[in-house]
Each structure stands twice: as structure tokens, then as C-alpha cells.
């Protein structure tokens, strides 16, 4: 199993906007929580690329070109490994239906 590197942890992701109300920064922690129980679900290749693509870990976010540099793959092999992970969490049993708006 291949360990990638992760950028570090910004502080202006760890700073709440004073703005924010109680609600809302429940909801995003619980999502926060749900979607880290996701991401251990899924293999390390797949979860390092929703990670990196969505910058889950830090402030930037690689696209598929820099993601599949990284994991020494071509880019259209990053995207469709991007497609792929996106497709499985999709599924009822991640539980992440709840965060989607349905408009």
C-alpha cells in the first residue's frame, strides 16, 4: 500500500469565521466526520485523489493533471480514477445524501 503526501493544515481552515452560527458549524463538522469515514472506505489511490482534488487536506486543489504527476499516472487515468470514487460515494451507504441539495 502506497502512504502519499498530504500538504499540511492551513490555520485559516482551522480559524471559524466569526459570522458563522452554531448551525452551521455543526453541520459542517458532521459532514466533516461523515466524510472522513467515507474516505477510509475507499482504497488509498482513490481517497488521496478526492482529497487532493478537493483540497480536503489543505488550501489548494490539484487538478487532475498535478494529481496524476504526483501518482506517477497519466491524467486521464487520474480522472477517471476521480470519476470512479466519486461514483462510489455516491452510493446510499456512505450516507452522504443528506448534504446534497436536491434543487
Not at 452560527?21 to 477510509?40: C, E, N, W, Y
Request: overall charge positive.
Amino acid at each position: 500500500m502506497r502512504v502519499y503526501y498530504l500538504p499540511p493544515k492551513t490555520i485559516e481552515r482551522n480559524v471559524a469565521d466569526p459570522g458563522e452560527g452554531p448551525d452551521l458549524l455543526a453541520h459542517r463538522s458532521f459532514l466533516r466526520v461523515t466524510i472522513k469515514k467515507a474516505l477510509q472506505v475507499l482504497s488509498a489511490r482513490r481517497a488521496s485523489t478526492l482529497i487532493w482534488a478537493f483540497g480536503l487536506e489543505g488550501s489548494y486543489s490539484y487538478s487532475c493533471e498535478e494529481i496524476g504527476r504526483i501518482q506517477k499516472v497519466s491524467r486521464e487515468y487520474a480522472r477517471a480514477v476521480f470519476a470512479c470514487s466519486l461514483r462510489l460515494l455516491s452510493y446510499p451507504r456512505f450516507g452522504l445524501q443528506c448534504f446534497v441539495d436536491e434543487d
